[in-house]
């Protein structure tokens, strides 16, 4: 327990010490212990090593990061299993905090909790203006700062960074939906809520007014997918694509669901070996390697997706309904997406 003259002097204390740049809220033993019991978890359960440091956060710890960030106590589940997923090896937190790439975690919340911790899944989802979208994230980097030791210029060598990299969280639009949400298709259930992590480059926005067909919106997906500057045109893996609700109506009025979203992207978001031989991130090892899984790795013919599968594509709907822009985010390819079952109702 940290004691101090006066809160002015607390305040410059944290905001420098154990701050993101933005303002903080004084994490005061009331405020830690007021949500602590609001989530009714034992403040001392461990969730997992929150690396580089590899020190074991625990729900006490994720709650003082929280009370910093400002997040609001219905979001708290929601963040302890954003935290609990970030400490899976698959994920590989280690790499994301030290990687040269722009890599964030992006939080994706899906089922009936996401409204309860009252978070937007409409207009502006993924932009500011919501106080548990932001934070839920920023609650996150917390903990990957103050627990896990990820400071830009000491560990994290992030080369230019990036905005999500302060918190990037959106939630799922339900009332929308013409398929099973993404947390039912996870766990079979249509009443869990999920959180979904995944190492994101920043978002790519997808603008289309004219498609009236789900084959001419697929294809300006895959070309959007295709975009030579990520890392995923040389290094299939993950990718996210969210869908607004204009192009999810379109795409559910022509048959289609995630899976069959996701295996006909699969097949269109491919670029010829030959093209990729000109890219900066081309490896003759390495995307030779890559290609040889799809094809003859010598032939500059051989089409390399974008995904290494059909499953590495995490398709979800959110935002409003004012408008056709979805949005496509590649990911950093040494991590796979993860996701945990959000536990109780707060």
Known sequence: MLTFADAETAYDYFVESYGDGLPVVLPTAQRVDDLLRACGRDPNDVLGAIFPSGTRATVRDVAVNAVMAGLPSAAFSIALAAVEAATDPTFNLNGIQSTTHHAAPLIIVSGPLAAHAGMNAAGNALGQGNRANLTIGR????????????????????????????????????????????????????????????????????????????????????????APGSTNSCAPGDMVLAICPQHAAILARDDFTPETIARELFERARNPLGFLEGLGEFDETRTRRFASAYGDPNDPQTRVPVIARPESLIVTVTGGTTGGFSTVVPTWPASTHVFRIVRGNA
């Open 139 to 226: 609650t996150l980097r917390l903990v990957m700062m103050n627990v896990g030791g990820g400071r830009p210029g000491e560990t994290d060598m992030s080369v230019q960074g990036s905005p999500a990299k302060t918190g990037f969280a959106y939630a799922e639009r339900l009332d929308l939906l013409a398929w099973p949400s993404l947390a039912q298709r996870q766990t079979g259930r249509a009443d869990s809520t999920t959180v979904t992590l995944f190492a994101a480059e920043g978002p790519h926005m997808l603008g289309d007014h004219r498609s009236a067909t789900a084959d001419r919106l697929l294809q300006n997906f895959a070309e959007t997918m295709r």
